[in-house]
């Protein structure tokens, strides 16, 4: 058998820093360690995590509630009004927030103390347009579909500047510029997309389209999992999918020759490199 594993899969560059990120802390021996929201969606990290002392906070007032400590900001990041607290709160802070993320940050400060109206292509209720929205010097506006983009109008003749939320479809992304566009306002657009979900997806159905069986490794809620699996199954009949090693059936496997493997992007690597070994033994 032989095996072949996508270079994309798992995690993304910005969470697979901010999990060393934690990492890195607990080696330091820095306690107590909390991370402002959990540093991922998958339990089993976050619990190995707890287990190394370090805690989840969940909202801003339980992170008013501490007096000494290191809190540790994620990938998707915080408006500014948490650093301030943070700071106003005499706590260590250890910032892990993604860099492309933190361009955003750094756009929309500016843009909007230069006077223009921040328009947030994304999903308002998504902790990465909470944190942008921290940003924006006057309240940004939030669009995430067309009917939203259709019904915004400006009250004062200000030029906007459009991001977008890193992980919205870029296709949407365009239509929802172009229904903006009709309007006419002096605008500009910085495309913030950031493609490691779409390059993970674009590599998943090349490997997909060139083995015998392919293996997706994903935790059961994770929607950007089940995607893989969809994009992989149209490719390849014998695709299967597993959340640990412990559901790999072997059996089915044993007369495949060649294997291949992709995770979603809360999956650690550590659990990919067991399906692997795995298969090869
Ligand atoms: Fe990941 Fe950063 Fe992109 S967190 S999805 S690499 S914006």
Not at 106 to 115: D, I, K, M, P
Not at 143 to 150: D, I, W
Not at 214 to 223: C, L
Request: with cysteine; net charge neutral; charged share 25%.
């Amino acid at each position: 058998m032989q095996v072949k594993v996508a270079k994309s899969a798992g995690f993304c560059f910005g969470v697979q820093r901010a999990v060393d990120t934690v990492y890195e802390q607990v080696e330091k021996g820095m306690r107590p360690i909390y991370t402002y929201g959990p540093i991922i969606h998958n339990e089993v990290v976050v619990q190995d995590l707890e287990e190394k002392g370090v805690q989840v906070l969940n909202s801003q007032e339980e992170l008013e509630g501490l007096t000494e400590g290191t809190v540790i900001i994620r990938s998707h990041g915080v408006g500014k009004e948490i650093y301030d607290l943070i700071q106003r709160k005499g706590l260590h802070c250890v910032d892990a927030t993604c860099p492309f993320v933190k361009k955003i940050h750094r756009t929309v400060e500016r843009e909007s103390q230069a006077g223009k109206q921040i328009i947030i292509i994304g999903n308002d209720k998504h902790p990465e347009v909470e944190g942008i929205k921290g940003w924006c010097s006057t309240p940004a506006v939030v669009l995430e579909s067309p009917e939203q983009a259709e019904n915004f109008k400006m009250l004062k003749a200000v030029p906007l500047c459009v991001v977008s939320q890193t992980t919205f479809n870029y296709k949407k992304f365009q239509d929802l510029v172009e229904i903006l566009d009709k309007k006419r306002y002096d605008r500009s657009v910085v495309n913030t997309i950031c493609n490691a979900t779409e390059e993970r997806q674009a590599e998943a159905r090349q490997i997909a389209g060139e083995v015998d069986a392919m293996i997706v490794i994903g935790g059961s809620h994770s929607s950007n999992t089940q995607k893989l699996f969809e994009i992989c199954r149209n490719e390849c009949k014998n695709t299967y999918y597993i959340q640990t090693v412990h559901d790999l059936n072997l059996g089915v496997l044993r007369s495949t020759g060649l294997i291949g493997i992709t995770a979603g992007a809360s999956t650690p690597k550590k659990i990919i490199e067991e399906v692997q070994t795995r298969c090869l033994n």
